[in-house]
């Protein structure tokens, strides 16, 4: 079986590196990375991605011109032999420089299909879809079609407790991606001194433990009727035992704003990490850490918005004379200030260039 793991624009490599460490052979693509398995590998990939956002069951693929030719692409697929007769199948839909450009007919012709698939095999016309949820997403992009069934539901940035939104929060994903190009350790003390509502302090210690990035929350393909459903409670079983809860190195941010600081403790507490990772209010400027060689990582504010520029570019001051109180210290930021290197007065040892939602940014490496 076919999967794609769908992954930021910037972030495609990584997932398909996360894929080649789980055991499977993957190639990277835009929007993602490719790989064959069966379910229960699958559920795998799910469990243990932490920088991908969904993995599709690619279910036909081809090039495709004109609206009969979807049509005819999407019934020849053995509809039955997966959807049971009172699946639920709601249709998305993505149309990207290609002959066929209309979502809603694209999707309205995939439901169709799919429905006269069906009729043949359960001789009905009427499906109630009262049953367990097969999300079908049609993708053209340069005239290639791909129909997949989206194995996760929820978005995999979505770890399985709920979260409370500050301002500017980064997605998971993105925070387990910046984690991974930073270059820390795992051992050098970590900090991270603008932390928000701790996203990226949750999953440096999330990264650190071993913890499976999926191990709490469900995916769609477990409400699926399937002989796969001991395998998946294998696996979930078994990135429960290599969950290291011991010791962790130190994990610790601050912030100066005191809500946002609440916000870090009540995800914190959710994620079983209260007393482990420490979070109090501090102003970058004056921040002082008690520890050899801290490794510093931050989304500060990009200062997108008219009148927070100057804001914003003090602030990228303020993390040079960090680094300068802290000698032997290191710092991953992502930023979208194209002055944050100048105003820093450092230049970035490394940089990569990705997508924070629809904002151009960088990850530099001090
Ligand atoms: C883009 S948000 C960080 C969001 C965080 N990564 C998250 O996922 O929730 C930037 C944070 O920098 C903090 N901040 C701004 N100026 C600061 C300063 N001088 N010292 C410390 N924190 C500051 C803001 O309060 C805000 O929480």
Request: glycine share 6%; with cysteine.
């Given at each position: 079986?076919?999967?794609?793991?769908?992954?930021?624009?910037?972030?495609?490599?990584?997932?398909?590196?996360?894929?080649?460490?789980?055991?499977?052979?993957?190639?990277?693509?835009?929007?993602?990375?490719?790989?064959?398995?069966?379910?229960?590998?699958?559920?795998?990939?799910?469990?243990?991605?932490?920088?991908?956002?969904?993995?599709?069951?690619?279910?036909?693929?081809?090039?495709?011109?004109?609206?009969?030719?979807?049509?005819?692409?999407?019934?020849?697929?053995?509809?039955?032999?997966?959807?049971?007769?009172?699946?639920?199948?709601?249709?998305?839909?993505?149309?990207?420089?290609?002959?066929?450009?209309?979502?809603?007919?694209?999707?309205?012709?995939?439901?169709?299909?799919?429905?006269?698939?069906?009729?043949?095999?359960?001789?009905?016309?009427?499906?109630?879809?009262?049953?367990?949820?097969?999300?079908?997403?049609?993708?053209?992009?340069?005239?290639?079609?791909?129909?997949?069934?989206?194995?996760?539901?929820?978005?995999?940035?979505?770890?399985?407790?709920?979260?409370?939104?500050?301002?500017?929060?980064?997605?998971?994903?993105?925070?387990?991606?910046?984690?991974?190009?930073?270059?820390?350790?795992?051992?050098r003390p970590l900090h991270d001194p603008c932390c928000g509502?701790g996203?990226l302090l949750?999953?440096?210690?999330?990264?650190?433990?071993?913890?499976?990035?999926?191990?709490?929350?469900?995916?769609?393909?477990?409400?699926?009727?399937?002989?796969?459903?001991?395998?998946?409670?294998?696996?979930?079983?078994?990135?429960?035992?290599?969950?290291?809860?011991?010791?962790?190195?130190p994990i610790s941010g601050s912030d100066i704003n005191p809500?946002a600081l609440?916000?870090s403790?009540?995800?914190?507490?959710?994620?079983?990490?209260?007393?482990?990772v420490s979070v109090y209010p501090a102003n970058l400027y004056q921040l002082r850490l008690n520890a050899d060689r801290p490794f510093f990582i931050a989304n500060p504010p990009?200062?997108?918005?008219?009148?927070?520029?100057?804001?914003?570019?003090q602030l990228a001051a303020g993390f040079g004379d960090l680094m300068s109180r802290h000698p032997g210290a290191s710092l991953a930021v992502?930023?979208?200030?194209?002055?944050?290197?100048?105003?820093m007065?450092?230049?970035?040892?490394?940089?990569?260039?990705?997508?924070?939602?629809?904002?151009?940014?960088?990850?530099?490496?001090f």
């Amino acid at each position: 079986m076919e999967f794609f793991a769908t992954a930021a624009f910037g972030l495609e490599g990584l997932v398909k590196r996360e894929l080649i460490r789980l055991g499977f052979e993957a190639r990277a693509e835009t929007g993602g990375a490719r790989f064959h398995t069966d379910m229960p590998g699958a559920f795998k990939a799910n469990l243990w991605l932490a920088c991908a956002d969904r993995v599709m069951w690619v279910v036909a693929e081809a090039e495709i011109l004109t609206f009969d030719a979807l049509f005819e692409l999407v019934r020849s697929i053995p509809w039955e032999d997966v959807l049971p007769e009172n699946a639920a199948f709601p249709v998305s839909g993505h149309c990207a420089r290609s002959q066929l450009m209309s979502v809603s007919d694209c999707q309205k012709i995939v439901k169709k299909a799919i429905v006269e698939r069906l009729k043949q095999r359960y001789e009905t016309d009427w499906f109630p879809e009262t049953g367990a949820i097969f999300p079908v997403a049609a993708t053209i992009s340069r005239n290639i079609a791909r129909i997949a069934i989206d194995t996760s539901g929820d978005a995999l940035n979505r770890r399985g407790f709920r979260t409370y939104v500050g301002e500017a929060p980064l997605r998971e994903t993105l925070a387990a991606a910046m984690l991974r190009l930073s270059g820390w350790d795992m051992k050098r003390p970590l900090h991270d001194p603008c932390c928000g509502s701790g996203t990226l302090l949750l999953e440096a210690a999330f990264l650190a433990s071993r913890r499976a990035s999926g191990l709490s929350r469900l995916f769609s393909m477990e409400s699926w009727p399937t002989s796969a459903s001991q395998a998946f409670h294998n696996l979930r079983e078994e990135a429960r035992a290599l969950h290291q809860t011991g010791k962790l190195p130190p994990i610790s941010g601050s912030d100066i704003n005191p809500e946002a600081l609440d916000l870090s403790r009540k995800h914190l507490r959710q994620a079983g990490l209260d007393g482990v990772v420490s979070v109090y209010p501090a102003n970058l400027y004056q921040l002082r850490l008690n520890a050899d060689r801290p490794f510093f990582i931050a989304n500060p504010p990009y200062g997108e918005r008219l009148g927070d520029k100057k804001a914003a570019d003090q602030l990228a001051a303020g993390f040079g004379d960090l680094m300068s109180r802290h000698p032997g210290a290191s710092l991953a930021v992502i930023t979208a200030n194209p002055n944050f290197e100048r105003m820093m007065k450092r230049k970035a040892k490394s940089r990569r260039r990705l997508y924070n939602g629809r904002l151009e940014c960088e990850i530099m490496m001090f």
